[in-house]
């Protein structure tokens, strides 16, 4: 059931299925809202309260100029948590979700019981361990980072600039096609683009707060599951090695048949594997 509730610094929309059951809080990626869990959530509201947040500058939430970074997007999900009346739940985040998730461990962990990382490297990994190769990967990052040129280039052609990402991100792109059109209305709204590229030109200051904690000792101090689509953007590594630096209990494996959305690509494998860890 769609719900809109103020925050401290913002207006936030989020889908929740009702109830008094543990809470699991689910975070969307780029370019993408909390629509990307519709195949998760039914599966999982069996068990919990699940409740699936539009980020800030995502979706029907408010697009304020600022705070983006994963810090203050992290206190906007705490804030949301609170006043659901839950002092501890699950999370689980996917892409850009994930890098609020990991923030979230860091900076709340009494508050986590679970979570779960879906087909990212930690992003204080990408600034310090990059290569060509990874740059040209995720050319993206830095194309969306220049101030007012992406909205320029992308504003006409908005359509045919997310359909790129789904068709080169994916493996079972059939799944996706019909939840593009959302997509693309949900990023055409006003404020919408420059909102989502804001998120991306934050990276400076996320790699400032997540290198001040690295460089402490600091790692995220619970069993974290890393999970990634064996043909998505991260194919090829081993990304429970990649996080043990910074989560020393992860685990994980990569989803079959999958590449970079899979809550959408292979949500009935997805799920069978969120359960057996979220019922520890």
């Known amino acids: 059931m769609a719900q809109v509730t103020r925050l401290k610094n913002l207006t936030m929309s989020y889908s929740d299925t009702g109830g008094s059951a543990p809470l699991v809080v689910l975070l969307h990626g780029w370019p993408q809202t909390s629509q990307c869990w519709e195949a998760v959530i039914p599966a999982l509201a069996e068990d919990y309260r699940v409740v699936a947040p539009d980020l800030r500058g995502y979706g029907l939430t408010d697009k304020p100029r600022g705070g983006y970074d994963k810090k203050t997007m992290a206190q906007d999900v705490r804030q949301l948590v609170e006043h659901l009346g839950y002092s501890s739940f699950r999370l689980i985040g996917h892409d850009r979700g994930a890098r609020v998730g990991h923030r979230f461990a860091l900076d709340h962990p009494e508050m986590l019981t679970h979570l779960t990382l879906l087909d990212i490297a930690p992003t204080l990994y990408m600034h310090r361990e990059g290569t060509t190769a990874m740059a040209q990967g995720y050319w993206h990052w830095f194309f969306h980072m220049q101030e007012d040129l992406p909205e320029l280039l992308v504003g006409p052609r908005i359509d045919e600039y997310l359909r790129f990402f789904f068709e080169r991100w994916t493996y079972q792109r059939?799944?996706?096609?019909?939840?593009?059109?959302?997509?693309?209305?949900?990023?055409?709204?006003?404020?919408?683009?420059?909102?989502?590229?804001?998120?991306?030109?934050?990276?400076?200051?996320d790699?400032?707060?997540?290198g001040e904690d690295f460089d402490a000792g600091a790692t995220v101090p619970l069993s974290v599951q890393v999970l990634w689509g064996d043909h998505g953007l991260v194919a090829g590594r081993d990304l429970v090695d990649i996080w043990k630096p910074f989560a020393p209990e992860a685990f994980g494996e990569p989803i079959p048949e999958c590449g970079h959305f899979i809550p959408e690509e292979q949500p009935e494998i997805l799920i069978g594997t969120l359960r057996s860890y979220l019922r520890r």
């Open 174 to 205: 059939a799944r996706l096609e019909a939840v593009i059109p959302d997509y693309v209305r949900a990023f055409s709204r006003p404020g919408a683009l420059r909102a989502g590229f804001d998120d991306y030109r934050a990276f400076e200051l």
């Open 207 to 210: 790699v400032a707060h997540d």
